[in-house]
């Protein structure tokens, strides 16, 4: 009996067990085909459409505006794009006219400056409206112009031997966006020229700048990589080169070579070969230079050349030359001397020429622009030049070369040659 009462309620517990699942299942078909018929009601206007929205949009920085481009690729419908920001507060629209193509959009836009987040929309003829794309882009103006700063020389150096100007710059700060120097100078032509250089280099070189013309100058600025407007800094002017006519013009003088410890050959000085009459071991000849007291003095010297090893050595000097040329405008102009040594024997001039050439000594009233016969401990030479021209400055020197004659100058002082 007890058994049977078991089974009975086995059975009772099962029936109870369908009864719930039926039920559960019941539940679930009807909430999923209440759920499956949710979307009618979107659709009760239609189904949604979406144009095309543009593509590769790229938002150029400028002054006060920014420059968009972008493509219209897909969609032949789209024939209006819409442009957003400030918060949706300000926008612009602008008319698509689509062919079968792809179509480049072209749109500049007025902003005030600062950073700005755009938003893209495009239309159809039934004001259907694409997804939206975002871009930001850059604007600058007043605030951005009032931080330039122009970049710093150090030097400004004008050799009339070239006819270029050396300017030296210092550094900038390069996040600032700054890309060039620009100068603007005139040239020997009379011309204006305007140099631009990258702010990288540390140095501009003018060439053919017209000495005593100041020039000026100013900073060029690009304040990003995807700016469409240059940034210019005020310029400034009346920066006037210091000029320089000759090179190694200083005692003591920079040499250029050495034989041993006592003969040389100046750097910058051009000499022939009659004043480079020193022969050392090595084969070569040298002259111009000699170590007087530990430090070097322009020199040319003859004599003692009969006993010298290897000979000859310090031969007698004909026509011998030292100079240098340079380019002069028209005007006066002096060469000054201020401390020489000069020996008994022998004649040493100081000459002026037209030309790249020193004449000899037996030219020289037909040659020279003029000429100085050197005497005492200092010397001092004007001249006149009519029209621009290259023009030989330097020492002439005719000595002779015995033992005993004293035959030489030494330079030992500083040499000046100026504009009056």
């Not at 309620?9 to 029936?15: C, F, L, N, T, V």
């Not at 009379?190 to 013309?213: A, C, H, M």
């Not at 040389?264 to 070969?273: E, K, M, R, S, V």
């Amino acid at each position: 009996m007890n058994d049977l009462k078991k089974n009975i309620m086995k059975i009772q517990h099962r029936k109870n067990l369908l009864y719930g699942l039926l039920i559960t299942l019941i539940g679930f078909c009807i909430s999923s085909c209440s759920k499956s018929d949710d979307y009618k009601k979107y659709l009760e206007g239609g189904e949604i459409t979406y144009p095309g929205k543009i593509d590769s949009v790229i938002v150029y920085s400028g002054k006060e505006r920014v420059y968009v481009t972008g493509l219209f690729i897909a969609d032949p419908k789209v024939a209006k794009l819409k442009v957003f920001w400030n918060n949706r507060q300000d926008s612009t629209e602008f008319a698509i006219n689509r062919t079968q193509g792809v179509d480049t959009l072209k749109l500049m836009i007025p902003v005030i400056e600062g950073v700005h987040n755009f938003e893209f929309i495009t239309f159809d003829n039934q004001g259907n409206k694409s997804l939206s794309v975002y871009k930001t882009g850059v604007s600058y103006g007043a605030r951005y112009f009032s931080g330039l700063i122009n970049r710093p020389y150090y030097t400004a150096d004008y050799f009339a031997g070239d006819e270029n100007t050396t300017i030296s710059w210092g550094g900038i700060d390069l996040t600032s966006g700054a890309t060039f120097t620009e100068v603007e100078y005139t040239n020997t032509e009379g011309k204006l020229v305007t140099q631009r250089d990258s702010i990288g280099f540390g140095e501009s070189v003018l060439k053919n700048y017209l000495p005593g013309e100041p020039l000026r100058y100013r900073t060029v600025f690009v304040p990003d990589t995807l700016s469409i407007d240059t940034f210019y800094t005020n310029y400034v002017s009346n920066v006037l080169p210091k000029v320089a006519y000759l090179k190694n013009m200083n005692f003591p003088f920079q040499t250029a070579a050495m034989a041993g410890s006592r003969w040389g050959t100046p750097a910058n000085w051009i000499l022939n070969d009659a004043a480079k009459n020193f022969k050392h071991t090595d084969n070569n000849f040298y002259g111009g230079i000699e170590i007087r007291s530990n430090q070097a003095c322009l020199s040319l010297e003859a004599g003692w050349w009969q006993w010298a090893s290897p000979s000859p050595n310090l031969a007698p000097i004909v026509n011998g030359k030292m100079y240098q040329t340079t380019n002069l405008q028209p005007g006066r102009y002096r060469f000054t001397i201020t401390r020489l040594d000069k020996g008994a024997a022998g004649t040493v001039h100081l000459v002026a020429a037209k030309g790249s050439q020193l004449p000899d000594q037996a030219n020289l009233a037909a040659e020279s622009l003029a000429y100085l016969t050197i005497s005492g401990t200092q010397a001092v030479l004007e001249f006149d030049l009519t029209e621009a021209s290259a023009v030989t400055l330097g020492l002439l020197g005719n000595m002779p070369g015995t033992a005993t004659d004293g035959s030489y100058i030494k330079i030992t002082g500083n040499m000046t040659f100026e504009a009056l």
